[in-house]
């Protein structure tokens, strides 16, 4: 029974109970990947029935973690078994715990709004916050409650990217940032040449009088159906949901 309800494993090599980082970050990517799609199929389908699903196995999936035994948790199983080839990479226990615990009160929220039914702004960015810490954990192995809990207590480890180690020499970044600034800027180049000069861009010399005779009737119909489109004006989903339908409906419905 003890082994059941345990949080972390003992091992040889350290003094204090691990988790294998690498299935937890297995696990937080394949929450993050179900979490985009039903995200994704809600806006597009206004149905809020794959969301109430994912969102009941996500707090199903903490409450085991923190309460029973982390290798109990379906999507910790799931990644486990994705990335059993792997070499473990043991961190401290308690950190998790402590990052997983605010995970189980973003899932107290997140029942609170499917039980009463509730659609605001504050569910939404509640979804939107889980889906960051997620996407930040699986991609680059920031966990931020393991860093929260660094704040609070000095006597730690081992955490996960080394966030409770003692500094190390700081490394050279400003060439790194300069680096990535100039990418930025050449690939924005690159997306202002292509929707300039290939997608959206027109000259006299690629128009023949056809092409203009045809554009020119077109705008013709847009306002000649005009007015019916604004009697049937309805403002998109997430203005209304961010509580902005009456600012769109006058702006956009005049």
């Not at 040889?12 to 985009?36: H, P, Q, T, W």
């Not at 199983?77 to 990052?99: C, M, R, T, Y």
Request: hydrophobic residues 45%.
């Amino acid at each position: 029974m003890a082994k059941i309800f345990t949080f972390g494993q003992k091992i040889d090599a350290y003094d204090f109970k691990v988790i294998n980082e690498r299935d937890a970050r297995a696990s937080a990517g394949i929450m993050f990947l179900l979490g985009m799609i039903t995200l994704v199929s809600f806006f597009m389908t206004h149905n809020l029935f794959w969301a109430n699903l994912f969102t009941i196995t996500f707090i199903l999936e903490f409450v085991i973690r923190v309460f029973i035994n982390p290798s109990f948790a379906p999507y910790m199983l799931l990644g486990s078994l994705i990335v059993s080839n792997q070499e473990p990479d043991w961190v401290e226990a308690s950190p998790k715990k402590f990052a997983w615990a605010l995970g189980v009160m973003l899932g107290l929220a997140m029942s609170y709004f499917i039980l009463f039914n509730i659609l605001t702004p504050a569910r939404l960015l509640t979804c939107v916050l889980c889906l960051i810490l997620l996407y930040l954990e699986s991609v680059f192995g920031i966990c931020l409650g393991c860093i929260i809990y660094k704040k609070m207590n000095v006597k730690l480890y081992k955490c996960p990217g080394g966030v409770c180690e003692m500094p190390r020499e700081k490394k050279r970044l400003m060439p790194v940032f300069t680096a990535v600034l100039l990418y930025i800027g050449l690939f924005y180049g690159i997306f202002y040449g292509l929707k300039t000069y290939k997608y959206d861009g027109y000259t006299s010399s690629n128009i023949t009088q056809a092409q203009r005779d045809a554009m020119e009737f077109a705008d013709e119909e847009d306002d000649d159906t005009s007015e019916v489109s604004k009697k049937e004006c309805n403002p998109p989903l997430i203005p209304t949901l961010l509580g902005l339908k009456e600012k769109w409906i006058k702006k956009n419905c005049r």
